[in-house]
C-alpha cells in the first residue's frame, strides 16, 4: 500500500499507460484523478477502478488549457484533498518528415507534449506545497535520448522534457517536490497502432503492419515490446518512497532499445 493518503492526477489517464498507472496506484491505496480529452474513456476507467473498491475520479482535460488545468486541480483536491503526485502522460504525434511537418502539427505536438506538461506542474505545485511535497513524472520517450530524423515536433518535445524535468526539479526542491522523466521505449498501446486524432497512424506507422512490429522489436535487445503495465511499475517506483532521492534524471525504460 505504498500509495495510501496520496493523491494523483493522471493525464491521459484513459488511455493504454495513464490507466495502467490509475489502475496500479489504486490498487496500492492511492486515490486518482483520471484527466484526459475523452472524458468516456476516462470515466470508463475511473468506474472500473470504483467497481474494485478503489478511490477514482475522471474529469475532461486539455493538457493545453491552464483554465482546464486550474479546473481538474480543484476537481481532485474537492473529492481527495491535496495533489501529491502528478504523471504528465499526454501526448501528441504526428508521423511524418520535417517537409511534411505543418505548424498546426507541430503546435499540437509541442503543445501538448511540452506546453502541457509545463502549465501542469505550474497548476499542481501549489496543492503539492499544501500537501507537504510531491512527485512530478513527465512521459518521455526514445525521443528524449536521441531525437533524430522523423517527427521535428515530437523530437523538440520529448527533448525538451529534459530540460523541463530538470529545471521543476531544481526549482521545487525546497518544497520537497521531485520531478523525473521517465523514457519508455517501444510499448504496444493505442498511440503506436491505432488511428487517434492526437496520433494518426496509417499502414505505413501502425504496428499492425508486421514490417513496422518488427522494425521496433528488432529494435529492443530484450527480445519483446513492452507494456503499459512495465511503465506503470516505473511510474509507481519513482513515486514511492523507494526513489525518495531521485529527482531532476531520466529514468529509461525500454527494454535496451536506446543502447
Ligand atoms: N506507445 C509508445 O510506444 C510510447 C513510447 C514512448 C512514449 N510514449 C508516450 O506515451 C504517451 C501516450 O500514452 P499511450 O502510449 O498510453 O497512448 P494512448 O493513445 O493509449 O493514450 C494517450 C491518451 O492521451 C490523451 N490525450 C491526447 N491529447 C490530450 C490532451 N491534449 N489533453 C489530455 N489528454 C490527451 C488521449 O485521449 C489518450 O487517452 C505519449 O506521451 C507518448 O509520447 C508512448
Known amino acids: 500500500m505504498r500509495f495510501q493518503g496520496r493523491v494523483a492526477i493522471i493525464t491521459g489517464g484513459g488511455g493504454a499507460m495513464g490507466s495502467a498507472q490509475g ?19 476516462a470515466k470508463k476507467v475511473a468506474d472500473e477502478i470504483s ?26 483536491e474537492s473529492e481527495f484533498g491535496p495533489v501529491n503526485i502528478l504523471c504528465n502522460n499526454a501526448g501528441a504525434n504526428f508521423r511524418v518528415s520535417f517537409d511534411e ?11 501538448t507534449i511540452l506546453t502541457g506538461s509545463f502549465l501542469g506542474i505550474k497548476a499542481v505545485v501549489p496543492s503539492m506545497r499544501k500537501a507537504g511535497g510531491g512527485v512530478i513524472i513527465n512521459m518521455g520517450s526514445l525521443a528524449s535520448v536521441r531525437p533524430g530524423a522523423g517527427s521535428p515536433g515530437y523530437g523538440a518535445g520529448k527533448a525538451g522534457l529534459v530540460g523541463l524535468t530538470r529545471s521543476a526539479a531544481a526549482s521545487y526542491a525546497k518544497d520537497n517536490i521531485r520531478c523525473v522523466l521517465v523514457s519508455p521505449g517501444h510499448v504496444d498501446t493505442p498511440f503506436i497502432r491505432s488511428d487517434n486524432p492526437y496520433s494518426p497512424n496509417d499502414w505505413s506507422t501502425s504496428i499492425d503492419n508486421p514490417d513496422n512490429y518488427k522494425r521496433r522489436l528488432a529494435n529492443t535487445p530484450l527480445g519483446h515490446l513492452l507494456n503499459a503495465d512495465d511503465i506503470a511499475k ?19 525504460v525500454d527494454g535496451g532499445a536506446a543502447i
Open 234 to 252: 516505473a511510474f509507481a517506483f519513482v513515486a514511492s518512497e523507494d526513489a525518495a532521492m531521485v529527482t531532476g534524471s531520466n529514468l529509461i
Open 101 to 111: 511537418q505543418t505548424e498546426e502539427m507541430w503546435d499540437m505536438i509541442v503543445g
Open 51 to 76: 467497481a474494485k473498491g478503489g478511490r477514482s475520479l475522471a474529469c475532461r482535460l486539455d493538457v493545453r488549457s491552464s483554465s482546464e488545468w486550474a479546473a481538474a486541480v480543484n476537481a481532485a
Open 23 to 41: 489502475r496500479l496506484f489504486a490498487s496500492e491505496g492511492g486515490a486518482v484523478c483520471l484527466a484526459d480529452l475523452d472524458p468516456a474513456k
